[in-house]
Nanobody, 120 residues
Framework: QVQLVESGGGLVQPGGSLRLSCAAS????????MGWYRQAPGKQRELVAR???????NYADSVKGRFTISRDNAKNTVILQMNSLKPEDTAVYHC??????????????WGQGTQVTVSS
């Protein structure tokens, strides 16, 4: 079994910054990609940023230049640094990991989500 634990959400004013962290634990053999998705009320879940084990990244157009994703492979942790936040960034942010378990089962796993609210 694999668990993802997120931290770092909260309330911030427009233009402010937040740092989200997600740690994966459990029966992990390897993680080929980790990322962050978000879902705002009434909208579909969308990719925010993703990083592979080799360090390749991709970002949603709406966050390019403002958000940075990074990863510590040794600690199975992914960080999302969010700067210049806008009200439209308000959403529940979910961590995602593509995992190969110790029994060689491959699947996507999700965290519970952390609320990010950008408001004055």
């Amino acid at each position: 079994q694999v668990q993802l634990v997120e931290s770092g959400g909260g309330l911030v004013q427009p233009g402010g910054s937040l740092r989200l962290s997600c740690a994966a634990s459990g029966s992990i053999f390897s993680i080929y990609a980790m990322g962050w998705y978000r879902q705002a009320p009434g909208k579909q879940r969308e990719l925010v940023a993703r990083i592979t084990s080799g360090g390749s990244t991709n970002y949603a157009d709406s966050v390019k230049g403002r958000f940075t994703i990074s990863r510590d492979n040794a600690k199975n942790t992914v960080i999302l640094q969010m700067n210049s936040l806008k009200p439209e960034d308000t959403a529940v942010y979910h961590c995602n990991a593509g995992v190969v378990t110790t029994t060689h089962y491959q699947s996507d796993y999700w965290g519970q989500g952390t609320q990010v609210t950008v408001s004055s």
